[in-house]
């Protein structure tokens, strides 16, 4: 288990990477070029000096997060393949900086969707809240405003260029439906992976957050069907998917810890939160602790143990905890407790095999 953090950059984070540092067993940073506008190619030198500063830290920067699929290539309207070429430079000169997984998603206009960014829970915190009954009657530009409001740094899914041109967006979708949407990825990725490859890099498909339509725009990354639907589209060992407990697990058809067992191993990336889930549909996120949430965190990582996972995980959206004031969901403080959780919970498995090995050792006996 190769522990990372996500970190948004110099001048888009409130944290530093001096404080990361002081989180133990902390690997890597999970980076992107946020101030890039989706579609534009990431550059060599701009590459350079992110890795080159992440790097001067002490840490690895093998994955990215995300490099944004452009609306032009979800929609398959005219000019995809120009996006698309785009895409596939960006990724060739990330494989030339050894980056070794791109996350990536293929969710129409809005990549996450929350209701209430800073809800209060009954701990004296706040976190991320889902409201279901406000989005099936909320008007998208109320959501927007809600979202732009709670920060002003850049949101990743929520950029001002996108926002801007919502009502054309949402007037383009009108003509794709999930299975137009398959097509339109399936495009993507028979034109990408050969590139990915070539690259020694890993496609990394992250799920709907969350994982179900919402207004009216169609979600195919849902549940363990996509994920075999996904597996048909192509063998390739460059095409993954980032195991995400919190947005999958959202919808409670979906078990994870059934979901790791399969799919760990295509899994090259995984992000590991809590989520509590309510009988109306909303949800709230949590600490990391499994007897917060809805989501069995214990057996998660129990079954990533099993299986000798090697992939990078972080810990997901965390609470705001200690008055800390950061981005919504992306504060230090929760998810450095998560993290330490999380090598808790790895430890007592490691512990457990050890001592099974040493009750089956003949020299036990002597």
Not at 33 to 45: A, M, Q, R
Not at 86 to 114: A, H, S
Not at 237 to 263: H, Q, R, W
Not at 322 to 332: H, I, M, Q, S
């Amino acid at each position: 288990m190769n522990i990372t953090f996500r970190w948004y950059g110099r001048d888009n984070d409130t944290v530093s990477l001096d404080q990361v540092k002081q989180i133990p067993g902390v690997k890597g940073i999970v980076w992107a070029l946020h101030h890039k506008p989706v579609g534009e190619v990431w550059e060599i030198e701009e590459i350079q000096a992110e890795v080159n500063y992440i790097q001067s830290f002490g840490f690895h920067t093998d994955v990215v997060e995300s490099v944004n699929v452009h609306e032009s290539i979800k929609l398959g309207n005219k000019d995809r393949m120009k996006y698309i070429e785009n895409y596939k430079q960006t990724i060739r000169n990330l494989g030339e900086f050894g980056v070794k997984v791109i996350c990536y998603n293929f969710m129409p206009v809005f990549d996450w969707t929350r209701t209430e960014m800073f809800h209060p829970l009954e701990d004296g915190s706040t976190a991320l809240f889902y409201e279901k009954a406000k989005v099936d009657n909320l008007d998208p530009e109320e959501l927007i405003r809600t979202v732009s409001a709670s920060s002003d740094m850049t949101l990743p899914g929520w950029e001002p260029e996108k926002l801007a041109r919502i009502t054309e967006l949402f007037d383009a979708y009108k003509e794709v439906d999930e299975e137009a949407l398959w097509g339109n990825l399936a495009f993507f990725l028979e034109e990408i992976l050969p590139v990915a490859e070539e690259a020694g890099i890993k496609m990394a498909i992250h799920p709907d957050d969350p994982p179900w339509s919402i207004f009216g725009l169609p979600r195919i990354i849902t549940g363990e069907q996509s994920y075999e639907k996904l597996i048909s589209i192509s063998d390739s060992p460059a095409n993954g998917f980032t195991l995400c407990t919190g947005s999958m697990g959202a919808n409670p058809a979906n078990d994870m810890v059934e979901i790791a067992k399969k799919y760990a191993s295509r899994s090259p990336f995984s992000h590991i939160r809590n989520v509590k889930i309510y009988e109306n549909g909303d949800f709230v996120e949590t600490s990391h602790y499994t007897q917060d949430g809805s989501i069995n965190i214990k057996d998660v990582v129990g079954e990533l143990n099993k299986q000798n996972y090697q992939g990078y995980v972080r810990p997901d959206h965390g609470r705001h905890i200690w008055g800390e004031v950061c981005r919504p969901g992306y504060g230090l403080y929760d998810r450095a407790l998560g993290i330490m959780y999380l090598h808790g919970l790895w430890d007592a498995y490691e512990s457990n095999k050890e001592a099974g090995e040493l009750q089956c050792s003949p020299f036990m006996k002597i």
